[in-house]
């Protein structure tokens, strides 16, 4: 059935460093891909997205890769700054069932 | 110029109780959600709803029932409450089902005692 498969589940990295999140997808026929990020207390809140046709896509200090032939895709985060602290949510967006299944989600937080 | 909302932001009560949360978009979207985050933080879909049709349903107990006047409204009810139906309830709203961002409602808080 389909499934999203995140990694790491907690992400501890130096400010200023790199951090990189990754995901898995079960079904070939996912086309949409979108990054969210949640806040302590928050909503979840979309920073990147990127569809099938693309293999790169990046927003000033984040960017995103989808391998589609190995039903990967991953977040980059360069230049870690302490706002980046968060839950990150990968997701995968199913035509076929209208809807999106979000990964188990990255705890993410940033070392002064 | 909220763009979903939901009340109340947070919900104490008893076992057995039933309880309701309203979710409001003004955005104009056509599909509606309700979301489920429990405390290890998991994001699972429970409904969805176009155009005040309810498209998906994921095996959730029938003691809850979304309802929804109208498209830019989808309210859920909860009945006979059960400890672990302690969660953030979050709605959400978006253009397109599987192709195009999901806008999320502030969340609810159920504490079920």
């Known amino acids: 059935g389909e499934n999203v498969e995140q990694h790491p589940s907690t992400l501890s990295v130096q400010e200023g460093d790199s951090a990189v999140i990754k995901c898995t997808y079960s079904d070939s026929a996912s086309n949409y891909f979108p990054w969210y990020k949640q806040e302590l207390g928050k909503r979840p809140q979309l920073i990147i997205d990127i569809r099938s046709n693309v293999g790169e896509k990046k927003d000033q200090r984040i960017a995103v890769t989808l391998n589609k032939t190995a039903k990967h895709f991953s977040l980059h985060i360069t230049e870690t700054q302490p706002e980046d602290s968060a839950v990150y949510f990968c997701?995968?967006?199913?035509?076929?069932?209208?809807?999106?299944?979000f990964g188990s989600g990255t705890r993410l937080s940033i070392r002064p | 110029d909220t763009a979903v909302s939901q009340t109340p932001k947070y919900l104490v009560t008893q076992m057995g109780n039933d309880k309701s949360i309203k979710c409001e978009q003004n955005l104009g979207h056509d599909t509606m959600y309700w979301y489920k985050q429990d405390s290890k933080k998991f994001l699972k879909i429970m409904f969805s709803?176009?155009?005040?049709?309810?498209?998906i349903n994921e095996t959730v107990p029938n003691r809850f029932s979304p309802k929804s006047p109208d498209k830019a409204h989808l309210n859920l009810h909860i009945n006979s409450l059960e400890l672990g139906d302690s969660a953030v309830y979050f709605c959400?709203?978006?253009?397109?089902?599987?192709?195009?961002?999901?806008?999320f409602g502030p969340g609810t808080r159920l504490t079920v005692l």
């Open positions: 709803y176009n155009n005040k049709e309810l498209i």
């Open positions: 959400a709203s978006s253009q397109e089902t599987a192709w195009g961002e999901q806008f």
């Open positions: 997701a995968a967006g199913y035509s076929s069932a209208s809807k999106i299944i």
